[in-house]
């Protein structure tokens, strides 16, 4: 009787925390209509990227999507155009992985586009293993942090110009758990410390920024979508593997319930007060204990300047990069 009772416990607990989960999961219920406005974003072809992508479609936004992989970003911009009915909806090629790449893709933008309302900041990857990239940077670092931090600063005067306009920063709750120091910033620490330490940037890239636009009606916010089923897993092998593929069909969230809190920040009206905020579930919650230290937020944003040879002077930082 007492396996029996204690195997109906953790069933009985495996219930609750699903309900738990699905009645705590935010959903965007803001109307606000679309038309007329420019949104990009990264890593748009699959999972919650191209969840968001396709809810901005449908309130008729131009939506840019920016993708590594053209192939799966046509196949992805066609389902879009398909269920939408709007052909506004453009592919264009972005690698984070590499620098040359990103700034190709700004100055295409900045070339062919009148406007740019909202970039969303999506793309990330859980890398496995410490590989430098061709700028001499860990992969899960740049494609996490590196990358969308210069595609942002590029794209700033666009931004300024299309204002009122938001920038929206994918980070992950797993920021709180980092190890971070300006020292450590391109080190690589393990697959778990790496990848937190990203998100960790993400949030202060997040902070630093909204300080510096408040005046410009530029509002930056950092958001943690949940625990996701998406491709962010396929990287994963052995022990880590198998607890995701136990566990992501009935706890995971799905791509679209984990493209709320994308959705929210991009549009919902009233927020703009919390810029520099961090959302979780369609709500403002509190900075995590790392992100609380305006020391270590000032200098990572110093050394990545230096990292990626821009000038340490704000003012000095319009898109000729």
């Known amino acids: 009787m007492g396996a029996f009772h204690i195997l109906g416990s953790i069933a009985g607990f495996l219930v609750l925390l699903k309900v738990y989960l699905k009645l705590t999961t935010g959903w965007c219920e803001s109307k606000v ?10 890593g748009a072809n699959t999972g ?12 008729g936004a131009r939506v840019i999507l920016a993708c590594r992989n053209e192939v799966k970003a046509i196949e992805a911009r066609n389902r879009i155009i398909r269920l939408t009915l709007n052909k506004n909806v453009a592919v264009k090629q972005l690698d984070l992985s590499k620098l040359s790449s990103v ?21 990330g990857m859980a890398s496995t293993k410490s590989k430098l990239t061709e700028d001499g940077l860990q992969l899960g670092m740049q494609v996490n942090y590196f990358g969308p931090f210069l595609l942002t600063l590029l794209l700033l005067d666009l931004l300024k110009k299309s204002a009122p306009s938001r920038i929206i920063n994918v980070s992950s709750r797993l920021a709180d758990h980092a190890k971070l120091t300006a020292e450590n910033l391109t080190k690589y620490q ?23 636009l408040e005046d410009d009606q530029v509002y930056v916010f950092s958001l943690h979508p949940g625990v996701i089923k998406t491709d962010i897993f396929r990287v994963m092998r052995g022990w880590r593997k198998w607890i995701v593929d136990t566990f992501k069909e009935t706890y995971f969230k799905s791509a679209e319930e984990g493209a709320q809190t994308t959705i929210h920040t991009a549009i ?18 509190p900075p995590y ?10 200098d990572i944003w110093n050394k990545t300047l230096e990292l990626l040879n821009l000038p340490n002077t704000y003012e000095k930082l319009p898109s000729k990069y």
């Open 289 to 298: 204990k790392h992100a609380q230290n305006p020391k270590l937020c000032l």
């Open 103 to 123: 700034r190709n893709f700004a100055n295409e933008i900045l070339k062919s586009e009148e406007r740019v309302d909202i970039l969303v900041n999506n793309a």
């Open 190 to 212: 393990g697959t778990y410390y790496t990848y937190n330490n990203s998100k960790l940037c993400i949030i202060l890239f997040t902070i630093k920024l909204a300080q510096l």
């Open 33 to 42: 209509c679309l038309v007329g406005k420019t949104v990009i974003v990264t």
């Open 48 to 59: 919650i990227g191209y969840e968001a992508a396709l809810e901005f479609a449908k309130r």
């Open 268 to 285: 919902a009206q009233g927020i703009e007060k919390h810029t520099g905020g961090h959302f979780q579930d369609c709500e403002l919650i």
